[in-house]
C-alpha cells in the first residue's frame, strides 16, 4: 500500500526584506497595528534582525516577516513573489482602513473587488505590495490589546500570497504533483498584458490557505531588493508531518536544504523551477517556547546556539526604538 502523502494546511509565514527597520517596525506596528512576536536575527546572518509581526499569540498564518538588509528597492518582475494579502472582517473594515492608510501618507487604491472579494491595495513605505482582504471574520481571530488599531479592525492573519512566473508550466508540476495543491479557479490578470491568474488551495482552503499564480511572460525578472519578498512558507502541523515531508520532496527528485531547526519552528527550504523560494515550516514549538506570551518582542531573543555570542550580536544592531 502507497504511504499517504503529507499535506499542507495553508500559508505559515512570509519573508521579505526592508533596508530601513526602524522605519520598517514602526509601520508595522504603529501604523498597521501588529504586534512585533518575535525580535531575532536571520539564523544565517546575524548582522540583520529578523523582526516577526503578526497577531497577539504570534499564531502560525499570521506571521510577516522581514531580514534587515542594506539593499537597493527590489527590481520589480516575474519569478518573484509579487503581491501579499493580509485579512480583515468586512467592508467596513477596508473603508475605515482607506481612510486611516491616506492619513498616514500611505500609497493606497480604492476599495475594489477582485477573485469575488472585497480588497485594498497599498505599499509599504519601501514599496511592498500589500492587499487587505475581506474574509469575512470566518476563523479565528486573536487580536492585540495594546494595537494603536481597534480590535475589530485588526489584520486577522495572512491571506494569498500571489507569485509571477512567465511559464506555469513547471511551477504548476511542483503545486499539484508534489505539493498536493488543489487548483480551484482562475480570476483575470493584474494587467492587459498578463494572461490568467490561477487559484491553488491547501488544507481547509479559504483566504489564509491560497496561493496565487499569475502568469506574466511579458515581465522582466525580478531582482531581490528592499521591498521585495524573500521567500513564503507553508504550513504542517507537527513533527511527525514535517519528517513525512523530507521524506516527501526527495522521493520526487526536488533538491532541498534537508532539515533546519529554527528552533521556533523547524524548516524545509526549496526552489520551484521559476527559481521562487518555497519552506515547509512547523506550526510548533512556537513563539512562546522562549519568551512569556506578554513580553514577545520586548527583546533580542536569540536560539540557544547563537547565545554564546549575544554581546557580539546585540552590540551591532540598530535600535529599533
Not at 40 to 57: I, T, W
Not at 92 to 97: P, R
Not at 229 to 240: C, G
Request: net charge negative.
Amino acid at each position: 500500500m502507497d504511504t499517504p502523502k503529507p499535506k499542507l494546511q495553508g500559508i505559515h509565514h512570509l519573508t521579505a526584506v526592508s533596508a530601513d527597520i526602524r522605519q520598517n517596525h514602526r509601520f508595522y506596528t504603529r501604523v498597521l497595528g501588529m504586534r512585533l512576536v518575535k525580535r531575532s536575527v536571520n539564523q544565517d546572518d546575524v548582522s540583520a534582525y529578523h523582526l516577526f509581526y503578526a497577531d497577539a499569540q504570534g499564531s502560525p498564518g499570521t506571521d510577516l516577516t522581514f531580514f534587515d538588509w542594506p539593499m537597493p528597492r527590489e527590481r520589480r518582475g516575474t519569478r518573484s513573489i509579487v503581491r501579499t494579502h493580509l485579512r480583515v472582517a468586512g467592508q467596513e473594515t477596508l473603508d475605515w482602513w482607506h481612510e486611516r492608510l491616506s492619513d498616514e501618507g500611505v500609497e493606497v487604491g480604492e476599495p475594489a473587488e477582485r477573485d469575488g472579494r472585497a480588497t485594498l491595495d497599498f505599499e509599504d513605505p519601501e514599496g511592498q505590495r500589500l492587499t487587505l482582504l475581506d474574509d469575512g471574520g470566518r476563523g479565528e481571530a486573536h487580536p492585540w490589546s495594546e494595537s494603536p488599531v481597534p480590535e475589530s479592525r485588526q489584520i486577522r492573519g495572512l491571506g494569498p500570497v500571489v507569485l509571477s512566473v512567465p511559464d506555469a508550466r513547471g511551477t504548476e508540476r511542483i503545486l499539484k504533483e508534489v505539493l498536493q495543491m488543489r487548483q480551484v479557479r482562475s480570476y483575470p490578470p493584474f494587467d492587459d498584458e498578463g494572461e490568467t491568474v490561477q487559484v491553488y488551495e491547501m488544507g481547509p482552503g479559504g483566504a489564509g490557505s491560497e496561493l496565487h499564480l499569475a502568469i506574466e511572460p511579458h515581465l522582466p525578472r525580478a531582482r531581490i531588493g528592499a521591498g521585495g519578498v524573500h521567500h513564503v512558507a507553508f504550513r504542517t502541523p507537527d513533527r511527525e508531518g514535517y519528517e513525512a515531508w523530507l521524506e516527501h520532496l526527495t522521493g520526487a527528485g526536488v533538491a532541498h536544504s534537508g532539515p533546519i531547526d529554527r528552533y521556533w519552528f523547524r524548516s524545509i527550504y526549496f526552489r520551484e523551477p521559476n527559481g521562487i523560494l518555497f519552506e515547509i515550516a512547523t506550526d510548533g514549538p512556537g513563539f512562546t517556547v522562549d519568551e512569556d506570551p506578554e513580553a514577545l518582542g520586548e527583546k533580542v531573543v536569540l536560539p540557544p546556539f547563537l547565545e554564546p555570542r549575544r554581546k557580539e550580536i546585540v552590540a551591532a544592531l540598530t535600535p529599533l526604538d
